[in-house]
């Protein structure tokens, strides 16, 4: 049955893709060109490429599309329920769990200690966004964006939705 | 009675706004939405404290799948329960992914050109600001809690965990929160080296 295979295709990607979207790609690519044949590896590229010019996360756009392409619109929910919905299951059971007991100093300390941790992660994304934007338009075009949004952002309080849409047009005008 | 369904429709809608806002400015895939989705949910509508916020990105972290429909779905459920959940992870997923089944056709002329290129490569640098200023205001907020040593220490450790010995950040953060929960008070934080990097 065609919902049961979309949904094992896109559950097994979700569970084992560590690290979050992107890192799931070569599973659904695994599940979706190599196990079940539902299109070739150009087709799936394709599919890819279009996904990475679009806006939103990555793993539920493949999902998504690709399930609608096999199963329709029912398809589409399948393949993007089974994609989400076991780790966020997860999620909210052990964040409820923590919430219950939020006052408890065990739990206060969890969440002191945390903290740094998180804020090396988000650190360290921060820099391979960093790395990859070097490599693809050059240092000067990166240390300028970088101060630009920079000062936007904290100095003047530039609301983050304009300062992502600003740099958007001027990628358009200026790296096209 | 009216009042109360009414405030329930008003956050129905923040909860779908909130999101879609992060789905459609979320360029470059689910890492990048983070700043965004702190932006809505702790300065915007205040639903939760950078504390909390801080707790839910690290469990997010330390569970597989992708990161960004896991927060749309745990603080939509957290604002309205079980249609929060629903309304965050549609807000967040449907239009991107309707763009692509309407406009495939059309879309994938586009895809290689270079404006797009341009836009992709253009916002890079920008959420990368994003990402280190909220990086840094976790390392402020914790900072300014009495424990110094012990943002220091932890810090220390999970970044050299990370940059040097290439440890899963899901090792690290199940590693920090099963050692405060079961250190005992008043242990040294040194004791924590060897339950994280085994």
Not at chain 1, 50 to 69: C, F, Q, R, V
Not at chain 2, 154 to 179: E, K, M, N, Q, W
Request: charged share 15%.
């Amino acid at each position: 049955m065609i919902y049961w295979k979309l949904f094992v295709a896109f559950f097994i990607p979700g569970i084992v893709g560590y690290g979050g979207g992107p890192a799931s790609i070569p599973l659904i690519q695994n599940e979706v060109v190599n196990r079940y044949h539902w299109m070739t590896l150009e087709q799936f590229g394709e599919i890819l490429a279009l996904g990475n010019a679009l806006p939103g996360p990555i793993a539920t756009k493949m999902a998504g599309y690709i399930g609608y392409e096999v199963g329709g619109f029912l398809g589409a929910i399948v393949a993007l329920f089974a994609t989400v919905g076991p780790s966020l299951l997860a999620m909210i059971l052990f964040l409820s769990l923590l919430y219950r007991y939020r006052n408890s100093p065990k739990i206060q300390k969890m969440t002191a200690m945390i903290r740094p941790v998180v804020g090396i992660l988000l650190a360290v994304i921060a820099f391979q966004f960093f790395q990859s934007s070097w490599e693809d338009i050059g240092i000067l075009q990166t240390v300028v964006l970088i101060l630009v949004s920079l000062l936007l952002l904290e100095k003047w309080k530039v609301h983050p939705a304009w300062v992502i849409s600003g740099s958007l047009v001027y990628g358009v005008l200026f790296l096209a | 009675m009216s009042d109360k369904s009414g405030s329930k429709w008003k956050k129905a809608v923040q909860v779908f706004t909130a999101f879609f806002k992060v789905g459609i400015l979320g360029y470059g895939g689910g890492p990048s939405s983070i700043p965004l989705v702190h932006q809505e949910v702790v300065k915007k509508y205040r639903w939760m404290n950078d504390g909390e916020f801080s707790d839910v990105l690290a469990l997010g972290n330390a569970l597989p799948g992708p990161i960004a429909t896991k927060m749309a779905g745990y603080i939509g459920y957290r604002v309205l329960g079980i249609t929060g959940c629903i309304l965050g992870v549609l807000a967040m997923v449907l239009p991107t992914v309707l763009l692509m089944v309407l406009f495939l056709s059309l879309l994938s002329a586009y895809k290689a050109s270079p404006k797009v290129q341009g836009m992709t490569g253009a916002v890079t640098p920008v959420v990368g600001v994003m990402l280190a200023v909220l990086a840094y205001s976790f390392f402020k907020k914790s900072w300014e809690k009495k424990e110094k040593s012990v943002t220091v220490t932890v810090g220390l450790i999970s970044a050299a965990a990370i940059g040097l010995l290439d440890i899963h950040p899901a090792v690290i953060i199940g590693g920090t929160l099963l050692f405060a929960l079961f250190s005992k008070e008043k242990k040294p934080v040194t004791g924590e080296k060897e339950g994280k990097a085994s």
